[in-house]
């Protein structure tokens, strides 16, 4: 099972929070006035266009990107001030699944889960180590445990996903961070990978974003949807709320017909 919430959390803290972000790459605006705030065991929904700026957000979440204006808070520190060293620390109480997957195609997939172990901030706590039973474990929970000795480029598409996710998990974060987990998989498979997540979350007590195009895979993750349009938040809430507002642009979007 995913391994157990540490107890030491201050519950009542954001997890992470964008204060009217503005940030431009290569001359275009790619994130224009943003607030979120993620708050430990709520999920999240980030929904919108390729392009629209959802991976940016995700990776100014983290101090990948630091943003021209507004701040970036993560566990009420704020990224523009953080030392290297700082920013290092903070990262280890992350988990990010990345849209290729990013597993270290030459060493098997159960090691693959340790490695991240180890760069966890559980992995530095003696008195609670991720075990290779954890691991093992774990990759029970995802169907993959005869896959733990299997290299990465020997699995399928949705196999690679759903390592992905398990090594994004292993280290007990106190933030998850899903970037288009279903993206070019069939649907049959898109819906095992968010029943998976879901199932996941229910013995986490981690703040989970994920990222989508797709308003279906939004809709079975969470309520709590942000419709991510320019770089704004162009709206938020339930898929019913926001189709009650009988917008357009949302209108079109959720019937998959993209207006561009």
């Known amino acids: 099972m995913v391994p157990s919430p540490s107890p030491s959390r201050a519950p009542t803290q954001a997890v992470a929070a964008l204060q009217d972000v503005q940030l431009s790459l290569g001359g275009r605006v790619i994130l224009d006035g943003l607030s ?28 990948l990107f630091r943003p021209q204006r507004g701040r970036a808070l993560l566990f009420g520190r704020d990224l523009a ?27 098997p997939v159960q090691l693959n889960l340790w490695l991240a172990s180890q760069e966890s901030s559980r992995g530095s706590k003696l008195q609670n180590p991720v075990t290779e039973a954890d691991i093992l474990d774990l990759l029970g929970q995802v169907g993959l445990r005869e896959a733990a000795d299997r290299l990465p480029a020997s699995l ?16 007990d974060p ?9 993206a070019g998989l069939d649907p049959q498979t898109s819906s095992l990978i968010i029943n998976l997540l879901n199932n996941l979350a229910q013995n986490s007590q981690a703040a989970m974003i994920l ?4 308003p279906d895979v939004a809709r079975r993750f969470t309520d709590q949807v942000i419709l991510i349009r320019a770089g704004q938040a162009y709206a938020t809430g339930s898929l019913t ?12 979007y959720l ?6």
């Not at 399928?156 to 280290?171: E, F, N, T, V």
């Not at 106190?174 to 279903?182: M, R, V």
């Not at 990222?211 to 797709?214: I, S, W």
């Not at 019937?255 to 561009?260: F, H, S, T």
């Open 174 to 182: 106190e933030l998850a961070i899903f970037d288009e987990p279903t």
């Open 81 to 107: 001030q953080a030392s290297p060293r700082e920013l290092a620390t903070l990262r280890r109480r992350i988990g990010m699944q990345f849209q290729a997957g990013a597993l270290f195609d030459s060493i």
């Open 211 to 214: 990222a989508t195009t797709d």
């Open 36 to 63: 979120l705030t993620l708050q430990p065991g709520t999920k999240t929904a980030l929904l919108g266009e390729s392009s629209c700026g959802k991976s940016v957000l995700l990776k100014t979440l983290v101090g």
């Open 241 to 252: 709320e926001l189709r009650a507002r009988g917008d357009p642009y949302i209108d079109n």
């Open 255 to 260: 019937q998959r017909q993209l207006v561009v």
């Open 156 to 171: 399928s598409g949705g196999m690679r996903k759903r390592a992905a996710l398990a090594r994004a998990l292993i280290g």
